[in-house]
C-alpha cells in the first residue's frame, strides 16, 4: 500500500462507520434491527483497485450497473487474497444480450423491470441448470424517467413471473426520485405497501426491499429497506453525509 491508499483507506473505514450507525439509528427509530439491513457498496464508478481498499475497510457486498464493469472487476479481483468472500449484484438496467455475461456471476439481480425479461433470464437460466436470485424493479413514484414495472402492471404480471422455474424472486426494488425527502419517503412506503400486495397474490415471502441510495437511505430504512445501494457516500470524499 502507498500512502495515498492509506489515506483513502482511513476515508472508507471511518466513512463506513458513520454508514453503519445512521443505518442503526434510522432501524431504531423505527424499531426494527439494523441487522436486518444490508448495505451494499456501488462500486460502479470506481476501479478493481478501489474495491479492494473498500473490502479491506470492512465491505463484503458490491454493486454494479453494467455488465461489461462487472466482468471486468470480478477478473481483476479473482484470486486477490481476501475477496473470496466478496459478493456482487447487478443493480443496473440489463439487456437481453448480456444475461449470460451475469447470470451466476451475482448473488442477485436487482433490476428484473419487466415480465420479457423475467422470462429471459429464466430461460437463459434453464439452458444453464441454474436458478437466479432476482427482484422486481417497480417504478412506484411514477416517473417516466424510471425503468421497472407499474405498480398494476406488476400486481398484474406477479404470478406468471413468480411461476418462473429458472428465477427465485426475493422481493422488490426501486429508486426514488431524487432531491425530494418527502417523495422518497412515499415511495419507500409505496414499495413496501406493494410487497405487502404482492405478498398476498403469490404467497411468496417477498422479504428483501431493496431502496434507498446515498442521499436517502436514513428514510428508506426507516420505511423498511433491506438493503440500501450506497455508491457516493462509501467511495466519494467530496460527498458530504448529510
Ligand atoms: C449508482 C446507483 C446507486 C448508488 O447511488 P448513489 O447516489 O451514488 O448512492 C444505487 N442504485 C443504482 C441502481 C445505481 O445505479
Known sequence: MDGLD????????????????????AAARAGRSAADVLPIAVSKTVTAREVLLARRAGW???????PQELSRKLAALEGEPGCEDLRFDMIGNLQKNKINQV?????????????????????????????????LEANV?????????????????????????????LGLMTMAPAGDAEAARRTFSGLRDLAEE?????????ETLSCGMSDDFEIAVEEGSTLVRLGRCVFDQGYALR
Do not use: W
Open 60 to 66: 463484503r457486498a458490491f454493486g454494479e450497473n453494467r
Open 103 to 135: 447470470i451466476g456471476r451475482v448473488t442477485l439481480i436487482h433490476s428484473i423491470s419487466s415480465a420479457h425479461l423475467a422470462e429471459a433470464v429464466s430461460t437463459r437460466c434453464q439452458a444453464r441448470g441454474i436458478v437466479a436470485d432476482v427482484l
Open 6 to 25: 492509506e489515506s483513502y483507506g482511513a476515508f472508507l473505514m471511518e466513512r463506513r462507520g458513520e454508514i453503519l450507525d445512521r443505518i442503526s439509528g
Open 141 to 169: 413514484s411514477g416517473e417516466a424517467s424510471k425503468s421497472g414495472f407499474s405498480p398494476e402492471g406488476l400486481l398484474a404480471a406477479a404470478e406468471d413471473v413468480a411461476a418462473l422455474p429458472g428465477i427465485r424472486v
Open 198 to 206: 404482492l405478498r398476498g397474490r403469490t404467497g411468496l415471502p417477498l
